[in-house]
Antibody
Framework: EVQLLESGGGLVQPGGSLRLSCAAS????????MAWVRQAPGKGLQWVSG????????FYADSMKGHFTISRDNAKNTLYLQMNSLRAEDTAIYYC?????????????WGQGTLVTVSP | QSVLTQPPSASGTPGQRVTISCSGSSSNIESYYGYWYQQLPGTAPKLLIY???QRPSGVPDRFSGSKSGTSASLAISDLRSEDEGDYYCATWDDSLRGVLFGGGTKVTVL
């Protein structure tokens, strides 16, 4: 059974940083792309960033470039999202997701999400 | 323009068929596979349709997907109360070099 367990969310002040982690299990982590998708309170889904299976290709939504960094440790079956210079509009549930193949494209599985709140 | 447009809401009575559209452009839907996700209240999204018209195991055949040109569609037949929730289309976008989600459609069973 595929499991994606996010951690690292919480309350942070504007301008602060957080690093989200996602522990993956139940599948061969090294052969699937991964991504982060967020959902602001009462809003729709917004793709944040994706990374290929080998970790050599990373993609970001325009508003996240230079602001967030995605990475993965294939030895630890873990996905990360480093978030810097956080703003109120970054407040959202952040979902860790598993892709359908090695390249970043469709999403097959979703974690339960971790809440990030940016507030003074 | 890199946008996937969905109607904000759709509704039907139990047993009816509801269709949700997802309108895009040549840089996204027309060139890449479409995906559909279901998000029931208070839960994480779940894959409903992949590669335009494929259902993952466990998804009832009441749900079906299609694509034509720059648009994709999700049909829910034999509508049930447990289908109430939000539905999102998604695909890759060449201009954005990223995944694009539609704004979501809230399905209500009357």
């Amino acid at each position: 059974e595929v499991q994606l367990l996010e951690s690292g969310g919480g309350l942070v002040q504007p301008g602060g940083s957080l690093r989200l982690s996602c522990a993956a299990s139940g599948f061969t982590f090294t052969t699937y792309s991964m991504a982060w998708v967020r959902q602001a309170p009462g809003k729709g889904l917004q793709w944040v960033s994706g990374i290929s299976a080998g970790g050599n290709n990373a993609f970001y939504a325009d508003s996240m470039k230079g602001h967030f960094t995605i990475s993965r440790d294939n030895a630890k079956n873990t996905l990360y999202l480093q978030m810097n210079s956080l703003r109120a509009e970054d407040t959202a549930i952040y979902y860790c997701t598993k892709g359908l193949g090695t390249s970043v494209s469709g999403i097959e599985y979703w974690g339960q999400g971790t809440l990030v709140t940016v507030s003074p | 323009q890199s946008v996937l447009t969905q109607p904000p809401s759709a509704s039907g009575t139990p047993g009816q068929r509801v269709t949700i559209s997802c309108s895009g452009s040549s840089s996204n839907i027309e060139s890449y596979y479409g995906y559909w996700y279901q998000q029931l209240p208070g839960t994480a999204p779940k894959l409903l349709i992949y590669k335009n018209d494929q259902r993952p195991s466990g998804v009832p055949d009441r749900f079906s997907g299609s694509k034509s040109g720059t648009s994709a569609s999700l049909a829910i037949s034999d509508l049930r109360s447990e289908d109430e929730g939000d539905y999102y289309c998604a695909t890759w976008d060449d201009s954005l070099r990223g995944v694009l989600f539609g704004g979501g459609t809230k399905v209500t069973v009357l």
